[in-house]
């Protein structure tokens, strides 16, 4: 995609914003038996209790041994919000780059982004070795990582942050929202409220368009 193609982009965030209420890692763990414990670990994050390498280290600790490809299985049951597809495809009709910044596991960025057509996914990485996880961190990936990897996307796409979006719920989002024109809170924190430019509820994706139509708007 040339950057005559596009005159903005979108990075949409998965947990509690695609994956409604919840998150992919505790999806998950429900699978590998840590479910409750990994719940606690994230709502400590979300308080400031926790830091994500902490989360993500008892989380990976629950995948040892699992065989790779048992993953995209599991997920296919994954909770999605109504109408990805749909603002996807609105998002590349109208010129805006469509992409995941996330803390979620890489792999859960990888198969949402083949599923959906996401441009690029961000996220920390479960270490492998022949073709299990070993239970531990490969790639450690926080919210000034999830901020630098959007503004990266930003500069080699050929734009400008103040012509993209953040649409996100929760502490993980603030330095993007900060980093970026526009920031859609949705079905969100009382924080990432606080910090959006305009906070959006409800069980469709669709209901941030005429939000992101603004970008759109801006360009012409």
Not at 125 to 147: C, I, M, P, W
Request: glycine fraction near 10%; charge should be negative.
């Amino acid at each position: 995609m040339s950057s005559s193609d596009h005159v903005g982009a979108v990075f949409f965030d998965v947990d509690g914003t695609l994956v409604p209420r919840t998150s992919s890692a505790v999806f998950l763990a429900d699978f590998l038996g840590h479910r409750d414990e990994l719940a606690k670990a994230e709502d400590g994050y979300a308080a400031g209790a926790l830091d994500n390498r902490q989360v993500s280290e008892l989380d990976a600790a629950g995948w040892a041994g699992v065989r790779q490809e048992l993953v995209a299985d599991w997920l296919g049951g994954l909770p999605l919000v109504s109408g990805i597809t749909e603002a996807v495809d609105w998002c590349r009709q109208n010129g805006l780059v469509p992409v995941l910044a996330t803390l979620a596991w890489e792999t859960v960025g990888s198969c949402l982004s083949n599923r959906f057509g996401f441009h690029a996914f961000s996220g920390p990485r479960l270490e492998t070795a022949d073709g299990r996880f070993t239970g531990r961190v490969a790639r450690h990936f926080d919210e000034y990582d999830k901020r630098d990897f959007a503004l990266a996307q930003v500069r080699d796409l050929g734009l400008a942050p103040h012509a993209c979006a953040a649409v996100g719920d929760s502490r993980s989002d603030l330095p993007l929202f900060a980093s970026v024109g526009l920031s859609v809170a949705f079905n969100a924190s009382a924080g990432a409220r606080a910090a959006a430019t305009v906070t959006v509820d409800g069980d469709d994706l669709r209901s941030v368009l005429p939000v992101l139509s603004r970008l759109v708007t801006a360009s012409r």
